[in-house]
């Protein structure tokens, strides 16, 4: 039997009011030669029973039902056993329309290593008591003009937009995929679809991405109204360590994000518990010093002044950082 061209990977939990909305809406694409793999992740209600009626009625649809271990290594499970070409992703409490695969590979995939699309947003807005009030029917539309780019370029383009993340916007290789064994890491629940993106565009520089213009992803935007004024920092901690480690192996374009983004999660964890916030300006302040050289992008380095600031104490150092973080 043929393999399909594209395999779509759904991790679900708990999500016995939303999946069949979204798998009915995969379903019902235009474009056939895909397959479906739905992957539970340790539900506790119905969520297990609904996939596998769906994978009992339709031949393209698997379902891996799993102990929990969060969104990544739902995702990761299911490229284990994906057989297509292309692989992409759809969140179970989002939905597509119709032509969504279909404007992936409408213009042929064969002269493209990464194939984007544009999003729109259907906000929701949920209340302390657990209620959720849809503001309208409408929704916003982020959207990148239809382009050719290379590999090396993309980053910037895709942060502009505010959709570096979003998975499930992309279209991405397998075989480039398991020869560089790109993969979501476990245990990451915080930009963890960012951790993935620059990994993947850093295997790719040098190659072609075609953006569609077309926005066919429903993504649907929980705005939640909450007391709790801490970051859940172990979310922080987990996602600087991931981009410490792949540090070296970024491109370019890639590092600058690296760099970027730890500037960004420094800013959140001011609204961190004091040991927590300073644990990690601390750790913040060792990877600069490894970084401050020529392989740091060059609106980066640090010159030989705030070198010498770093060396200072803790509070001396805390306005530093809020400084450069005021002046970027």
């Not at 506790?44 to 339709?58: F, K, M």
């Not at 947003?121 to 959207?143: A, L, M, P, Q, Y």
């Not at 998975?167 to 245990?187: D, Q, W």
Request: charged share 25%; with cysteine.
């Amino acid at each position: 039997m043929k393999n399909p061209l594209i395999s779509v990977i759904m991790p679900i939990y708990n999500a016995e009011s939303t999946v069949s909305r979204a798998v009915d809406s995969i379903l019902q694409q235009t474009f056939s030669d895909f397959e479906l793999i739905l992957v539970n992740d340790g539900s506790t209600d119905s969520s297990l029973e609904i996939c596998r009626t769906y994978e009992a009625n339709n031949r393209n649809i698997k379902v891996i039902d799993q102990l929990n271990g969060g969104v990544s290594s739902a995702r990761n499970a299911g490229m284990a056993i994906a057989c297509g070409d292309w692989i992409t992703f759809c969140d179970s409490d989002d939905f597509v329309d119709p032509v969504w695969l279909e404007n992936f590979a409408r213009d042929g995939v064969d002269d493209y290593s990464l194939i984007v699309q544009s999003l729109k947003i259907h906000r929701i807005f949920k209340c302390e008591n657990g209620e959720t009030e849809k503001w309208s029917e409408s929704f916003d539309t982020v959207r990148i003009d239809r382009g050719i780019y290379f590999a090396d370029h993309v980053i910037g383009l895709l942060r502009k937009k505010y959709i570096f993340g979003f998975v499930y916007l992309k279209l991405y290789k397998t075989e480039i995929i398991r020869r560089n064994n790109i993969h979501f890491h476990s245990g990451v629940t915080f930009r963890e679809d960012e951790l993935f993106n620059i990994e993947y565009i850093s295997m790719i520089s040098g190659q072609k991405v075609l953006f569609t213009g077309t926005a066919s992803y429903n993504y649907n935007y929980e705005l939640v109204d909450v007391n709790n004024k801490y970051v859940l920092t172990d979310y922080l901690f987990k996602t600087v360590q991931v981009l410490r480690e792949k540090y070296p192996t970024y491109n370019l374009e890639a590092r600058t994000y690296a760099i970027d983004r730890y500037f960004e999660l420094v800013t959140d964890s001011f609204r961190c518990k004091y040991n927590s916030k300073m644990k990690l300006l601390k750790d913040f302040h060792v990877f600069i010093k490894e970084k401050s050289n020529d392989s740091v992008p060059t609106e980066y380095r640090l010159n030989k002044l705030s070198q010498r600031i770093l060396k200072l104490p803790g509070g001396v150092y805390l306005v530093y950082i809020m400084l450069s973080l005021i002046r970027l």
